[in-house]
């Protein structure tokens, strides 16, 4: 059974720095696409970062490009979103989410059929 669970998440100062992982079962990350969103208070869920598996191009939004770095260690079938230089408006849950097909174009723009349950990300003083 597939299963993404995320962890990491946290209460953080504005420009401080948070690591958050997603433990996938079921699931291997040799395969398809692997991606984070996040869903801030009051708005809509939105990608963060994704990677293709198959040629390992990664794409970020804009407003997280050079302070978010998304990684994965196939052996520990866990992935990883690296997050710096924090602000308050990345305040948010943050879902993990993967999906088996095979994608030649910008990874944060299809539908995922399997998510994890999430975690809260705050950033405040």
């Known amino acids: 059974q597939l299963q993404l669970v995320e962890s990491g998440g946290g209460l953080v100062q504005p420009g401080g720095s948070l690591r958050l992982s997603c433990q996938v079962s079921g699931f291997s990350l040799d395969y398809g696409v692997i991606a984070w969103f996040r869903q801030p208070p009051g708005k809509e869920r939105e990608g963060v970062s994704c990677?293709?598996?198959?040629?390992?191009?990664?794409y970020y939004r804009d407003s997280v490009k050079g302070r978010f770095t998304m990684s994965r260690d196939n052996a520990k079938n866990t992935v990883y979103l690296q997050m710096n230089s924090l602000k308050p408006e990345d305040t948010a849950a943050y879902y993990c989410?993967?999906?088996?097909?095979?994608?030649?174009?910008?990874?944060?723009?299809?539908?995922?059929?399997?998510w994890g349950q999430g975690t809260q990300v705050t950033v405040s003083s």
């Open positions: 989410a993967a999906d088996g097909q095979l994608v030649f174009r910008n990874c944060l723009n299809i539908l995922y059929d399997y």
């Open positions: 990677i293709r598996t198959n040629d390992d191009t990664a």
